[in-house]
């Protein structure tokens, strides 16, 4: 039961282009949502975060746009690097801060 | 230590045998979460503790799942009689608070498990 569909499954940009990977969420009772990156043998590592109540944040090259109309928000790597290579995913969690649900991933190759 | 750690990061099991995978999480962190990462998949909830006390285990997917954290600090996820399909990588996430103020999880780096 994926709650959190995100596309596409990977995604090849080339050195200083935009990377842009989008999630879709059902749920209404979602009050976070996260994205994660993560390297091979690694745990995931929180990238960014947005609340419902705002619709784009914005952490140096990486911006969040979230629309709560359509349950959609995205995640844009602008000026993509090759050590931007990795896997990525969103996420929501639940209101009352307990459970976090992942997407399935979208692993980004950057070529140089 | 600084961050979240794991044992063990490998662990190969005959199908059958009991398996327990340890989670020490950053000193002080309230919460913890086991979470089963499938090979191109992303992670999925098992369990979450709030000190000792295990508030929401739907995601454990049988009985033959178990988690403990007895005294609020260090935690371990315990399989029985593991099946192939257990093979997975198993992951430990901290968090500073209880109350949903930030939402942060710390991952550990995992335990790999490869049942034969």
């Known amino acids: 039961q994926q709650q959190v569909k995100q596309s596409p499954q990977s995604l090849i940009v080339q050195k200083g282009g935009i990377s842009i990977i989008n999630c879709a969420y059902e749920?209404?009772?979602?009050?976070?949502f996260p994205w994660y990156q993560q390297f091979p043998g690694k745990g995931p590592a929180l990238l960014i975060a947005?609340?419902?109540?705002?619709s784009e944040k914005k952490e140096g090259r990486f911006t969040i746009s979230f629309n709560k109309s359509a349950k959609q928000f995205s995640l844009h790597i602008m000026d993509s690097q090759p050590g931007d290579s990795a896997t990525y995913f969103c996420a929501a969690r639940y209101t009352g801060g307990f459970k976090t649900i992942f997407g399935a991933g979208t692993r980004l190759f950057v070529k140089a | 230590g600084a961050g979240v750690s794991q044992s063990p990061r490998y662990k190969v099991a005959k199908r059958g045998q009991d398996v327990a995978l340890r989670c020490d999480p950053i000193s002080g962190h309230v919460s913890l979460f086991w979470y089963q990462q499938a090979l191109g998949q992303g992670p999925e909830f098992l369990t979450y503790f709030q000190n000792e006390a295990q508030l929401d285990k739907s995601g454990l997917p049988s009985d033959r799942f178990f988690a403990e954290r007895p005294e609020g600090s260090v935690s371990t996820l315990k399989i029985q009689r593991t099946q192939q399909e257990d093979s997975a990588v198993y992951l430990c996430?901290?968090?500073?608070?209880?109350?949903?103020?930030?939402?942060?999880?710390?991952f550990g780096e995992g335990s790999r498990l490869t049942v034969l």
């Open positions: 996430a901290s968090s500073s608070q209880g109350a949903p103020i930030t939402g942060e999880l710390f």
């Open positions: 749920n209404t009772a979602f009050d976070y």
């Open positions: 947005i609340r419902p109540d705002v």
